[in-house]
C-alpha cells in the first residue's frame, strides 16, 4: 500500500516562506505525478499545482511566480517552496500523486498539514 507524508506545515507573517515536503512510500512501479491541494475553512478543495515527468509543472494562477514545485525522482519525494505567503494561502495542504501500480493507476491522499498565514 502506498502512503504519502506530508511536513513542513506551520505558522508566518505574511510576506514569510515556507517548504512543503511529501514523501511516498510503499510498493509502485513509479509515479508520473505529483502535487498538492489546498483546502480552506469553509471552502472546497483547490488544485495548486503540479508536477509531472519530473519538469513539467502547472500552477494556479493565484500562485504563479510564488510557489515552486519540484521533484526528487531518487527519493520520491514533491516540495512546494512557498514565498511570499499571503494570508489566502492560509488552508491545509494535502500532497497528491498519481501512483503506477502494474497496469493500474492510483489515486493518493496524504493526510495534510496545515499553514496559516497571519498579517
Known amino acids: 500500500q502506498v502512503q504519502l507524508k506530508e511536513s513542513g506545515g506551520g505558522s508566518v507573517q505574511a510576506g514569510g516562506s515556507l517548504r512543503l515536503s511529501c514523501a511516498a512510500s510503499?510498493?509502485?512501479?513509479?509515479?508520473?505525478?505529483m502535487g498538492w491541494y489546498r483546502q480552506a475553512p469553509g471552502k472546497q478543495r483547490e488544485f495548486v499545482a503540479l508536477?509531472?515527468?519530473?519538469?513539467?509543472?502547472n500552477y494556479t494562477d493565484s500562485v504563479k511566480g510564488r510557489f515552486t514545485i519540484s521533484k526528487d525522482n531518487a527519493k520520491d519525494t514533491v516540495y512546494l517552496q512557498m514565498d511570499s505567503l499571503k494570508p489566502e494561502d492560509t488552508a491545509v495542504y494535502y500532497c497528491?500523486?498519481?501512483?503506477?501500480?502494474?497496469?493500474?493507476?492510483?489515486?493518493?491522499w496524504g493526510q495534510g498539514t496545515p499553514v496559516t498565514v497571519s498579517k
Open positions: 510503499g510498493r509502485f512501479f513509479n509515479i508520473p505525478t
Open positions: 508536477i509531472s515527468g519530473g519538469v513539467n509543472t
Open positions: 497528491h500523486a498519481v501512483v503506477r501500480g502494474g497496469a493500474n493507476l492510483n489515486n493518493i
